[in-house]
Structures are given as structure tokens and as C-alpha cells.
């Protein structure tokens, strides 16, 4: 079992940047992989980045050279870094463990769950 608490959210505008992060706490097994994903209103949970114990990551398209997943292990944060925010990217952004060592960004391949933190981009 593995807890999440997300946090970081919150407004910016478009242009600009904002860091999530996720503390960590629980079985350390639970947490290999680890992963950010996002869902707006009306649309499906996306994948946003993964990294697993190893330190690979894995990133959408959309979001390829402007966000980027690290990790503190001495701390347990996982960090969101996001930068040139658009419209595009307001969402309710989770942080999300699993087991298994596999990079995936598909939202149903993890197994815990953070609460969210919402993230609003003002033109």
C-alpha cells in the first residue's frame, strides 16, 4: 500500500511555469513506477510522465521538452515540472504508483492514486 499527496496546483499564466509535486509514503514495492497524469472536464485521464527506480522516463508528445519528471528519493517527492504552460494544460493533475518496473503511460496500468491538484492557465 502506498499513499500519495499531490501539491503545487494552482493558477498561472499561459507562458509561464509551475512544479507538482507528489510525497510519497508506504510500501516501497508499490512504488517502481511512478507517474503523472491529467483529465479536464469531458475528457478522458491522459498520461503526462513516468519514471521508475531506475530513473528512465517517459513522456506524451504534447508535453516532450517542456515538462519534466524527477524524483527525490530521500525525500519520496516526485516532482512535475511544467514550463511554457498553455490553455492546453489546465487539468486536474494525479500522481500515481505501481509495482511493476515497466515505463507506461496508461492510467489504468498503475494501481494508487493521489487526490489531484488542479492547475488553471489564465490567457
Known amino acids: 500500500q502506498v499513499q500519495l499527496v499531490e501539491s503545487g496546483g494552482g493558477s498561472v499564466q499561459a507562458g509561464g511555469s509551475l512544479r507538482l509535486s507528489c510525497a510519497v509514503s508506504?510500501?516501497?514495492?508499490?512504488?517502481?513506477?511512478m507517474g503523472w497524469f491529467r483529465q479536464s472536464p469531458g475528457k478522458e485521464r491522459e498520461g503526462v510522465a513516468a519514471?521508475?527506480?531506475?530513473?528512465?522516463?517517459a513522456y506524451a508528445d504534447s508535453v516532450k521538452g517542456r515538462f519534466i519528471i524527477s524524483k527525490d528519493n530521500a525525500k519520496s517527492i516526485i516532482y512535475l515540472q511544467m514550463n511554457s504552460l498553455n490553455s492546453a494544460n489546465a487539468a486536474m493533475y494525479s500522481c500515481?504508483?505501481?509495482?511493476?518496473?515497466?515505463?507506461?503511460?496508461?492510467?489504468?496500468?498503475?494501481?494508487?492514486w493521489g487526490q489531484g491538484a488542479r492547475v488553471t492557465v489564465s490567457s
Open positions: 500515481a504508483a505501481d509495482p511493476r518496473w515497466y515505463l507506461v503511460l496508461a492510467h489504468f496500468e498503475f494501481m494508487s
Open positions: 508506504g510500501n516501497t514495492y508499490s512504488r517502481n513506477r
Open positions: 519514471i521508475n527506480s531506475d530513473d528512465y522516463t
